[in-house]
């Protein structure tokens, strides 16, 4: 059974640092990963998919890389801004012959930028 | 421009009275997905369509049922609310394919009294 992990669970950084949020998986039989973020009592905005052929994408001030064989992605957020406070959550696709059959996710880094 | 839309987005709903979620997309997808998010934890995947095809987890309880009567409107039907119910329940879409992006809803957050 799928697990994933995100550590650390809750941060908080001063206004324009740079970070990272990590997110480990115990099954690398994955079709994709994706980074999602979370506004308190919202739905989910995804931020970057990235294919597991794939070893990084970037988007703006975000990017992700995947290590497939060592089950692990990492989120990097450059020069933090308050608005990017929010929960950032890793989910992976689950793998079977139709590929559609949902994500496993991690519980999220709760993060929290100070201005 | 939203997507995927959730209706409402916030009920309230007695112990034991039957409640619906509905979801609509307009983004053609061909799958619909169902979550459970309860309070600081993973989101739960409780079921999906592909298609008109049903497919439920292993490990969602009874109460819980699904109906999409088109491509465009999936609906999420507890029968019998219990306190442990209460969660922010997200509606998901994709084109099914194997490298597919998740687009969400905004949730419909439940809560039982």
């Known amino acids: 059974k799928q697990e994933v992990t995100q550590i650390p669970a809750a941060l908080s950084v001063p206004e324009g640092e740079n970070l990272v949020l990590n997110c480990s998986f115990t099954?690398?039989?994955?079709?994709?990963l994706q980074w999602f973020r979370q506004d308190p009592g919202k739905g989910l905005t995804s931020l970057l998919l990235?294919?597991?052929?794939?070893r990084e994408q970037t988007s703006g001030r975000l990017n992700a890389s995947l290590d497939k064989s060592s089950g692990r992605s990492t989120l990097y957020i450059a020069a933090s801004q308050p608005g990017d406070s929010a929960t950032y959550l890793c989910a992976v696709s689950r793998r079977s012959g139709g590929g559609a059959d949902g994500l496993t996710f991690g519980k999220g880094t709760h993060l929290i930028i100070q201005p | 421009d939203a997507m995927v839309i959730q209706n409402p987005r916030y009920q309230v709903t007695q112990f034991g009275k039957p409640v619906t979620l509905s979801c609509s997309q307009t983004?053609?997808?061909?799958?619909m997905y169902w979550y459970q998010q309860k309070s600081s934890q993973a989101p739960k995947l409780l079921f999906h369509y592909y298609d008109k095809d049903f497919n439920n987890e292993a490990d969602t309880p009874d109460n819980f049922q699904s109906r999409r009567p088109n491509t465009s409107f999936c609906f999420l039907d507890i029968r019998s609310p219990g306190l442990g119910d209460a969660a922010m329940y997200l509606c998901?879409?994709?084109?099914?394919?194997?490298?597919?992006?998740?687009?969400f809803g905004q949730g419909t957050r439940l809560t039982v009294v």
């Open positions: 990235i294919q597991s052929s794939q």
């Open positions: 998901a879409t994709s084109t099914g394919t194997a490298n597919t992006e998740a687009f």
């Open positions: 099954d690398s039989a994955i079709y994709n």
């Open positions: 983004l053609n997808h061909n799958v």
